[in-house]
């Protein structure tokens, strides 16, 4: 069997750094974790070619090598991946998806021969027979939750490492709070799973073995899922690292009750960690009540912020606006809170309910949801919101107005230096770096929208101490597509979605509430 493994396209997105990744030599900011781990555990004897095509568009001479496309993605990918079953099916080649799109959205995918949902560990064999059979395939989900301790180290020798801006890892699945918006629990249970310490090390050797130094993400959904097997690890990986002289930098995800165990932060820094992204959502504690995070109430969560940027940890922030209790007095909520925090990376999204959510099936019930989402974010909401949906996006789009300003960014980027226990400054400087500093000086420096900005936060992070700088350089790199990617594609779709509206007749709902006040801001 000859299998061709298609990673589908992504979008632009702030998570994405598309307008940026140039300056640092990369084409992509991460590599497909769940393909490579999947080749791993496709048979022996299979031949197997990995295709990203957000690294290199997809030819007809792969599909004329493949007999079988397996294509596997996330909701905002499936243009992509249905493209890509399209053109293999024309070619008379087996198509195959899997991954979170197709596994809480299956009947999205009738346009494969085989639908496989959930994970694969321990259920390879199926997944081989459905790929060997004849017809249509559909290989259902488990109820029951597979072993993580069965997963082997992923296939990083199928990719190309130059291409990519970080690479990735995986040490738990699951998170055991109880958000109502968020199809983790739904994709991966509410027990989080943990690799075992030797799993880890095994995983980081291959990635160092075949030359890779550099920043590395944990894809935990809630690194901190399972306190106390992470206390035990972290100690594990500390020796790994500085016995081998650090050669990765680490980031990943957590809740917010992380900031409550300093011995946890304490460790994680020790160990190599420098950033970590928190879903803090809202300032509005009747939000987060409405969500079920009930974690985020039992902290000031501007004192979360920043008591870690004070020790160590970078905070990059998620935030959500549409909560059916949110008036329109959370945008400027939003606003104050951001401007008073050191978050450079400050992500806010409309609420979106995703298929097979807590929240999805609510509004079903409630004969609120229009459609399901596509994971974009920037148009009009999937539901019918509480909120008049004019002043929804009209405020939303002024909120994204303000934070990714030149300014603003860089005000948020000089809060977090003046806070910020310096960093370890334990990599290198290699020739590559000395490259992407002269890009960056070109086009962040001399031509960007904020180069006033990003010179005087290099000039302020020098006199900190220089280990300040490099850091400095990749916030401008950074910011350079968060500033793009605002004015060029987040904020032409929400005029487009405003527009939408002009069309519509409004309800009494919507005659009965006043002008938006924050439209003319």
Not at 138 to 145: A, C, E, Q, Y
């Amino acid at each position: 069997m000859k299998a061709l493994l298609v990673y589908p396209r992504f979008p632009t997105t702030y998570w994405g750094f598309q307008y940026s990744l140039s300056l640092a030599g990369k084409k992509a900011a991460l590599p497909p974790l769940g393909l490579i781990t999947l080749a791993a555990q496709l048979p022996s004897s299979w031949e197997l070619r990995l295709r990203d095509l957000n690294i290199q568009p997809l030819s007809n001479a792969d599909l004329e090598w493949a007999n079988a496309v397996l294509v596997g993605g996330m909701r905002v990918q499936m243009p992509s991946m249905h493209e890509v079953i399209a053109r293999a099916k024309k070619m008379g080649r087996r198509t195959v998806v899997g991954g979170p799109a197709p596994s809480t959205a299956p009947e999205e995918f009738d346009d494969a021969d085989v639908v496989f949902q959930g994970e694969a560990e321990g259920r390879i064999d199926a997944l081989v027979s459905a790929i060997e059979s004849q017809g249509q395939q559909r290989v259902s989900d488990s109820d029951n939750r597979p072993d993580v301790s069965l997963a082997p180290v992923p296939r990083y020798d199928l990719l190309e490492l130059r291409h990519y801006a970080s690479m990735s890892i995986q040490y738990s699945r699951g998170c055991p709070f109880h958000c109502e918006f968020c199809d983790v629990i739904e994709l991966f249970g509410q027990v989080p799973r943990v690799k075992s310490s030797q799993q880890l090390m095994a995983e980081l050797a291959a990635l160092h073995d075949i030359g890779y130094r550099g920043t590395i993400f944990f894809v935990d959904d809630n690194f901190i899922g399972n306190r106390r097997m992470v206390k035990q690890f972290l100690p594990e990986l500390t020796q790994w690292q500085r016995e081998r002289g650090y050669p990765f930098e680490l980031y990943t995800e957590a809740s917010v009750n992380l900031a409550g165990d300093e011995s946890l932060v304490a460790a994680m820094v020790e160990a190599g960690f420098s950033s970590v992204f928190l879903g803090i959502e809202s300032p509005s504690a009747d939000a987060l009540r409405e969500a079920g995070k009930k974690q985020n109430l039992k902290m000031d969560l501007g004192e979360v912020v920043d008591r870690l940027t004070r020790v160590g940890l970078e905070v990059m922030g998620g935030f959500i606006v549409g909560f059916d209790s949110d008036t329109a007095e959370v945008f400027e909520a939003q606003r104050t809170f951001l401007s008073r925090t050191p978050i450079p990376l400050a992500m806010v999204g409309m609420l979106t309910a995703l298929p097979g959510t807590q929240l999805s099936r609510r509004l079903e019930r409630e004969g609120r949801l229009r459609t399901q989402s596509t994971g974009d974010q920037f148009g009009r909401p999937n539901f019918e919101p509480s909120m008049n949906e004019r002043t929804l996006l009209n405020g939303y789009a002024n909120l994204m107005r303000d934070l990714y300003t030149a300014d603003s960014y860089y005000d948020r980027c000089e809060a977090y230096l003046d806070r910020a226990t310096a960093p370890l400054g334990r990599r290198r400087i290699e020739v590559r770096d000395l490259l992407t500093v002269l890009r960056t000086s070109l086009k962040v420096g001399l031509i960007g929208s904020g180069r006033k900005r990003y010179w005087r936060l290099l000039v302020r992070a020098f006199r900190r101490t220089p280990r300040f700088v490099p850091w400095a350089i990749v916030k401008g790199i950074m910011g350079e597509h968060m500033i793009q990617y605002t004015l060029r594609d987040v904020l032409p779709r929400l005029e487009r979605a405003i527009e939408d509206l002009t069309d519509r007749t409004p309800s009494r709902v919507d005659l009965a509430i006043a002008p938006d006040p924050l439209t003319a801001h």
